[in-house]
């Protein structure tokens, strides 16, 4: 299954693709990875998945997706502030991370760091910044 997995994380990177466009962006600014393809292929593969260390691996790699689209639209968002609104929204997204890292680590230490920690951590992760990302795209700045 380690093999499924390494595959995984190669098509992972080789699916990330820029949305198609019939014309060049006119600037960087309208670039945008668009991770929709490889978050589904992860999500298959760790269902399918019946192998604990898989499932860890697997689950980390899909947080790390998430957060990588999170950081993309908290970046993108704080483009168009400036002055106050942007030292608030700076702040409001460490405390966030701050609470986000507290949960995982509950949740890891509840299986007192065995085997299905990685796994428990990693879905705190993922719900917590796909909650974050759904905030951010319903908000106008």
Known sequence: ??????????????????????SLPSSLSDWSPDLSEPISLVEELLQKSDAQQDMNYLSTSLASIYDAQLWSIFHSRLEKLEGEARSQFLEQQRQWLKMREKAMTEAYEDYDGGSGAPLAAADTS????KKRIAEFVGETP
């Open 1 to 22: 299954m380690k093999s499924i997995a390494s595959l995984a994380v190669i098509l992972l990177f080789s699916s990330c693709h820029t949305k198609p466009s019939s």
């Open 126 to 129: 993922i719900e917590m910044t």
